[in-house]
């Protein structure tokens, strides 16, 4: 489990690729001592394994379903990556809950300044835009960020001048290709409100419950 806050700036060393997958080498200032075999580090908003380290780098194997569902296919020796590990039991919990597992990928359509801020408006596919909400949160490439307005295929964010200095933010145009990760408790509600409300799980759990609805979750709050 991850916050969506950055720690550190990483860089790519070199990529071994094969068919359908690859290890990278990440160098990092994050402390080395702190690191271990085994260890969970979401690269780009992407949790991946720690299968070797040193000081000042770490390397991870990246599977053909990563590939497939982030950007992570198209980095290159020298680029740059947000860097966050595992949250650990006790720390302060200043972004969102992010499960570093990556739901699909997005395109920056627009940079724009506004004051001390830049907007970004990011397209991402119609059929992910229904976990998205305006004030709502997001992890855009591991950052944890606020979202401003949506449409039916975009949304939109803004970027204080620290969160731009401290992220790959800093070096995103029209085009860049972003990994997207919604917010896990919408996605959650989702699952319960099509949960087939004759089953007998459901039932033995709370035979009186009726199941979930919309009208239940107004009740009790959630909306």
């Known amino acids: ?119 970004f408006t990011v397209e991402i596919p119609p059929a992910f835009m229904r976990y998205v909400i305006s004030k709502g949160s997001i992890a855009i490439d591991g950052i944890s960020l606020t979202v401003n307005t949506v449409t039916d295929t975009t949304l939109s964010v803004a970027i204080i001048p620290h969160s731009l200095a401290k992220t790959t933010l800093q070096h995103y145009g029209v085009g860049s290709r972003v990994n997207i990760e919604t917010d896990m408790l919408g996605r959650y509600i989702e699952k319960l409100l099509s949960y087939p409300q004759d089953s007998s799980d459901a039932a033995t759990a709370n035979p009186e419950s009726g199941g979930l609805s919309i009208a239940k979750l107004a009740e009790n709050g959630f909306f």
Do not use: Y
């Open 1 to 119: 489990m991850f916050t969506g806050l950055i720690e550190d700036l990483g860089r790519i060393d070199n990529i071994q690729r094969r068919s359908n997958s690859f290890k990278l080498k990440v160098l990092t200032f994050l402390p080395s001592q702190e690191i271990s075999l085994g260890d969970s580090i979401a690269v780009n908003g992407i949790c991946l394994t720690v299968v070797h380290h040193s000081p000042g780098s770490f390397s991870a194997d990246v599977s053909p379903e990563t590939m497939h569902s982030s950007n992570i296919g198209s980095l290159s020796g020298g680029d740059v990556v947000n860097l966050e590990r595992a949250l650990r039991l006790g720390d302060r919990f200043g972004g969102h809950m992010v499960s570093g597992h990556i739901d699909t990928t997005g395109t920056v359509v627009q940079r724009v300044q506004d004051d001390i801020a830049v907007r």
